[in-house]
């Protein structure tokens, strides 16, 4: 199945090829071939079409070779110039037999003019381009794993870029990133807060403003493009995947909003959208990527395991804003301080949360949960522990912290520790 395939592409890449010099050979085997108009324009139109003609076919040969062969460029291109230079020669010699023509070198050189004038456009519009990049948006999930090995087969340079976020579960530690020798990270935590409190495409589910996120996301990927003088940008999107987001209609108006149009390519998708900038020239070859459709992960999974891939996150752990239980808590801390920190929206990942008015108590669920609280607390907090007794650590956070605050955090530390929550006279350590 798969010869018959690379035969069919084969013959689409030499069959032009074999049509245009058959029209060549065609006007060449015109006996006695004069036109109606005067010498001298007779003879610029001559000299014209011959430069014309080998220049397009320069392009034909430029094509195939590069496509069919896996040459690089710059072989395609030094390859095309040979094959077109003899068959102008042969063509000329040909002309020799034909009644009413003769071979001559004038019209060689003529043909040469159109070969090497193509031959320096392709030189300077895509060999130059051999080391072009691609900036790929990679969160460490399946799909941006696969969009990587998919470019990098291409032998494309790739520049993974990174946006970490106080709502973006962390995993620039695990063995996806680690194996990554020049990872981009950028902090977008502050940005997509802005973005969360007023998205102007709305939200999905809960308070994920997906289409606003991804819009800022690639306007700044679209900015490092250009400061690391990449050509093009590469998401791990799949059409279909997220209902919201990942619909034909938001992916070409992120695109276009981005001012990325024909510079945004998607490899898992690349066959279902229309073909970038990157494809038309030949940089990539379209064929190599994929049509990838849908919420399914049946594809992802068959290449996750072609790849010896084992080690990657679920499609569900990636952005808090989409969990309802994360979302609630953070519309209680909006409503109740407006301007949060960073620090205040790390809060709301640990333990169980209870407001006193506008003062926040934090009760810690296990002994990890406990050590972030205390590495998280800030200067004016109060953290609360029983003294004799393991349990939870319990952290104030808020202004004008009453004294019916502070026991109520007591009782609640009590509470929650198995072994103290039925003993009378506990005592407690009060950090402040």
């Known amino acids: 199945m798969a010869s018959n395939k690379k035969t069919i592409i084969i013959f689409k890449l030499w069959l032009p090829v074999l049509f245009w010099c058959g029209v060549i050979y065609f006007f060449s085997d015109q006996p006695y071939l004069k036109s109606d108009l005067s010498s001298e324009v007779d003879l610029l139109f001559r000299k014209l079409a011959h430069i014309t003609e080998y220049a397009i076919l320069t392009f034909l040969l430029f094509r195939a070779y590069f496509r069919s062969n896996g040459f690089s460029r710059k072989k395609s291109v030094s390859s095309a110039i040979i094959f077109a230079l003899i068959y102008s020669l042969t063509d000329e010699y040909h002309q020799t037999f034909v009644p009413g023509r003769e071979g001559c070198l004038r019209d060689v050189v003529m043909d040469s003019l159109g070969i090497f004038a193509a ?91 997906c289409i606003d996120c991804h819009l800022a996301m690639l306007k700044e990927a679209k900015r490092i493009m250009e400061e690391k003088d990449c050509d093009f940008i590469a998401t791990g999107e799949v059409l279909g995947e997220r209902p919201m987001s990942q619909n034909k209609a938001a992916l070409e108006l992120v695109e276009k909003k981005s001012s990325l149009e024909g510079l945004l390519l998607r490899p898992l998708s690349a066959k279902l959208l229309k073909p970038t900038k990157a494809e038309k020239m030949g940089l990539v070859e379209r064929d190599k990527f994929l049509a990838i459709r849908g919420r399914g992960r049946s594809e992802q999974l068959a290449l996750a395991k072609k790849y010896k891939i084992t080690k990657f996150p679920s499609p569900a752990g990636g952005c808090l804003l989409t969990d309802h239980a994360f979302s609630e808590r953070l519309k209680k801390l909006l409503e109740k301080k407006p301007d949060p920190t960073l620090s205040d929206l790390e809060l709301l990942k640990l333990g169980r949360h209870f407001w ?77």
């Open 356 to 432: 006193q008015e506008n003062v926040l108590i934090v009760v810690g669920r296990n002994d990890e949960e406990n050590k972030k609280i205390k590495k998280i607390a800030q200067e004016n907090d109060i953290l609360i522990e029983l003294k004799d007794f393991t349990g939870p650590l319990t952290l104030i956070r808020g202004e004008n912290i009453l004294n019916e605050t502070i026991k109520k955090a007591q009782q609640l530390t009590a509470h929650y520790s198995a072994k103290a929550r039925e003993k009378k006279d506990l005592e407690f350590v009060i950090h402040s």
């Open 119 to 209: 031959g320096l456009f392709l030189l300077r519009n895509y060999v130059r381009n051999e080391n072009f990049c691609f900036l790929l948006l990679f969160s460490g999930g399946l799909d941006s794993i696969l969009a990587l090995k998919l470019l990098e087969e291409q032998n494309v340079k790739v520049i993974p870029l990174y946006f970490k976020s106080v709502f973006i579960n962390d995993d620039v530690g695990n063995e996806n990133f680690r194996s990554l020798s020049h990872l981009e990270i950028i902090n977008f935590s502050k940005k997509q807060l802005e973005i969360v409190k007023n998205p102007r495409y709305g939200y999905g589910k809960h308070l994920n403003p």
